[in-house]
T-cell receptor, first 114, second 116 residues
Framework: NAGVTQTPKFRVLKTGQSMTLLCAQD?????MYWYRQDPGMGLRLIHY???????AKGEVPDGYNVSRLKKQNFLLGLESAAPSQTSVYFC?????????????FGSGTRLTVV | AQKITQTQPGMFVQEKEAVTLDCTYD???????LFWYKQPSSGEMIFLIY??????QNATEGRYSLNFQKARKSANLVISASQLGDSAMYFC?????????????FGAGTRLFVKA
């Protein structure tokens, strides 16, 4: 019973490089989310999805793209990484939009852009 | 504009005592949800408690209770009988309706230190 799995767990990128973060959930959840966590700022929503084939922008979407081709996977892409994207990235999923049971979070991806 | 405000960057509490972590929120929606999450030093995010905007009774989950004051737009977390393992970062969050569906936004967090 894996829950939400994020890969990779750590990554160092050079400015301008691209990468994709993968989030996979095995709970048949409709809703999936990508957040970034920076010191003193809590978690900020990047993009989210309310079902297979859907995506929507969150609070800080610039510089990121997402895709939800399969219900269980939610991909976060950085096309041209910048040092400002150095952060810890969390993926989360829920069945009800979060009500009653909250979100199930992955363990996070620590990304450093140099 | 800040929608979730946690005014206490850090809090200290003596083991076995109760502690209240403050949270105020801002929304014009009638239907919304309020949450508290715990983040230990290991980094994972743990869901603690949920309160719906239409719930008349305060939510409780074991040693956690949510003091919901709708008119004041506050949703404070009360931890009773603090334990050393309660030392962690605590985030208040609010689920709101967006054009794309439901989304949850988080406050900046309060770091709780439990003293032996």
């Amino acid at each position: 019973n894996a829950g939400v799995t994020q890969t990779p767990k750590f990554r160092v990128l050079k400015t301008g490089q691209s990468m994709t973060l993968l989030c996979a959930q095995d709970m048949n959840h409709e809703y999936m989310y990508w957040y970034r966590q920076d010191p003193g700022m809590g978690l900020r929503l990047i993009h989210y999805s309310v079902g297979e084939g859907t995506t929507a922008k969150g609070e800080v979407p610039d510089g990121y793209n997402v895709s939800r081709l399969k219900k269980q996977n939610f991909l976060l892409g950085l096309e041209s990484a910048a040092p400002s994207q150095t952060s810890v990235y969390f993926c989360a999923s829920s069945s009800t939009g979060g009500d009653y049971y909250g979100y199930t979070f992955g363990s996070g991806t620590r990304l450093t852009v140099v | 504009a800040q929608k979730i405000t946690q005014t206490q960057p850090g809090m200290f509490v003596q083991e076995k005592e109760a502690v209240t972590l403050d949270c105020t929120y801002d929304t014009s929606d009638q239907s919304y949800g309020l949450f508290w999450y715990k983040q230990p030093s290991s980094g994972e995010m743990i869901f603690l408690i949920y309160q719906g905007s239409y719930d008349e009774q305060n939510a409780t989950e074991g040693r956690y209770s949510l003091n919901f004051q709708k008119a004041r737009k506050s949703a404070n977390l009360v931890i009773s009988a603090s334990q050393l393992g309660d030392s962690a970062m605590y985030f208040c969050a609010m689920r709101e309706v967006d054009t794309g569906g439901f989304k949850t936004i988080f406050g900046a967090g309060t770091r709780l230190f439990v003293k032996a």
